[in-house]
Every structure is written in C-alpha cells, then in structure tokens.
C-alpha cells in the first residue's frame, strides 16, 4: 500500500509518499481501505514529536479516517464486510490501509460522504461532548455561548450544536470570510477579534451579563479577555491553544465570578491514554456517535471540507491547515473518494 511513513521525529514537510507494509491486524479491529482522513495542526506536532503523544517509529501518522470495512477480526461483532465507517485510530491515517479497533469505528449513514465524515469522530465529537456532557459546559436552551476560532472544524461544530440546544452564539474570527462562515452555520452574533478585541461587544450584547459559557481553542490573551465577558457561574473551557501560548488562569477571577474552568481531552475516551478506558467509555462515546448522526440526516448539521488533496498531495494539505485560511476541515481522499472528486 502506499502511505507516509514517519522513520524519525521530524518536521511535517520533510516526509514523504512510499510503499509500506499493510498494518497488522488484531483481535477486534476491523481493516478499512481508507477513503479519507483529516489533517490538522495536531498532526503536524506528532510527526515532530512535539505532541502529547508519540507512537513508537516507524507509524504512519493521522488519527481519523472514513472507509470501507474489508476485514473483520475475531471478537468483532458490531461490523461486517462491506461496512462505510468512520475511525478514530492511535495513527495509521495518511494510507491507503488502517486498521481500527472495532470499538472506535462507527457505521456512517448512506447519505454522509466519506470526507465530511472524517469531521465526527474529532470536530464533532469534541465539540457535542463538550456542550452537552453534565461536568463540562452543558449547555441550556436560553443561554449564551461565545466561541473562538469559530471557522475552524471544532468552532463550527461547536456553533450548530448549541443552535441545536437552543442557546444564542456569539463567534469570534479573524476575517470577514470566517465570520460569513460562522453565520452560515447558525451564529447568531460575529465579532471580528482583530478590530480591537470582543469584551465590550460580548458584554453589549448580553446586556452586561456576559456569556454563560465559553468554548476557546484559541488561548492565549484570547482565553484572558474571555474572562472578563463572561457571566457569574459561568464556564470556560480550553479546547485548545491554537495561538501557541497556554494561559494562565488568574484564580482570583475565578473566585469573584464563581467561574468554572473545565476541559477536555477527547483523546482520553478513545483510548489514547496510560490507562486505555475506551471499551469502559464506549457506552459513552457509542450514543454520542449516534446522536451526531442522526442530526446528520435530520439536516440539522452540515460538516463542512475546506478542500480536499490526493495522497499524493498530502504537502498541500498541510500547508492549507498550517496557512490558518482553511474554514471547516482539510481532507486527504485516495481510492473510490478520490475518484468522485475529481482529485
């Protein structure tokens, strides 16, 4: 199969395509010729060993794909052959082959394509888990959510679904295009960040009140001024640090306001931690699959691809995400997928 093999820690751009051995296959995995996968900032800093994680070399790297199941394992029972699945791997991603565990791999509806469905399993996921799960921001009809980097994969993720849950957003981005995005995908108020900040908006349009909750992948000086717009017993929550820099929270703020900071590393859930609870979390995660799929083809969200890239072109990929125009998800497709695009 052809795939991106990672021999050594290094930068993203000194990789390259090349012929590699199809991955083993284990008790309960499944194998998937792989239609599409995700490329994201996150990827460029495990292939440099920069990243929380680091897979034993040689791997091929990228941690969410969407395929064909062509080979179901002993002990696996929720699959068969033939199946159109999206995956959550340990890495495996930027080849023609993976192999998953069964319990991290997820029927797709007929209607959703193979490069919108790499967005479920990390945008979508991270961002339904947290509006929705009762210890994160949990999210309620009538209240106001201010999200940051709101064109990005989980930003506009993270809009829909409160739409969904009946809160009013408030989206913040960095040019027009993005803020058009985030209208597109149910923002109710766009601010543009770079005019000058967005407290003074934010507390504007709450009437003084603030945001009940706050969604930010952005951090930095980002997540600073979010605490000053945000309402009492408000939540915060870091998704990420997009802007390079991990804030540090000023607890004193915290105790005036009655905030609660929580976060969440999706990754825990799914495996990708010492203690590995992702058959003890499946009862979890399984329903919270499902429920994103079934607002799926109720209409009621609309995964949305940048571009995609052939395998071949897996460089450009990476510079779109790295270039931080990109709205939505950068995908590479390969095989059948490929071919349907065009690429």
Known sequence: MRGVLVKEFTEFE???LVECPEPHIGPRQVRIRVQATGVSFALSLMVSGRYQRKPPLPFVPAAEVAGIVTEVAEGS????????VCAVLDWGGLAEVAVANEVNTFKIPDGLAFDRAISFTNSYATSVAALTWPHLLCLEAGQTLLVHGAAGGVGLAAIETAKILGATVI????SEAKLQ???EHGADHVINY???GFRETVNDLTDGKGANAVYDPVGGDVFAESLRCIAPEGRIMPVGFASGTIPQIPANILL??????TGLNMGYYIGWSPDDVRYEMAPRIHPLMQQMFDWFVAGKIN???WKTYRLEDFQDAMAAVLGRDAIGRVAVV???EAKRLGN
């Open 14 to 16: 000194n990789l390259k």
């Open 77 to 84: 029972e929720r699959l068969r052959v033939g199946d159109r």
């Open 171 to 174: 989206a913040t981005a960095g």
């Open 181 to 183: 995005a985030a209208k």
């Open 194 to 196: 770079r005019e000058g």
């Open 256 to 261: 005036v306001k009655n905030i609660t900071v």
């Open 303 to 305: 995964p949305r691809i």
């Open 334 to 336: 390969m095989n059948e």
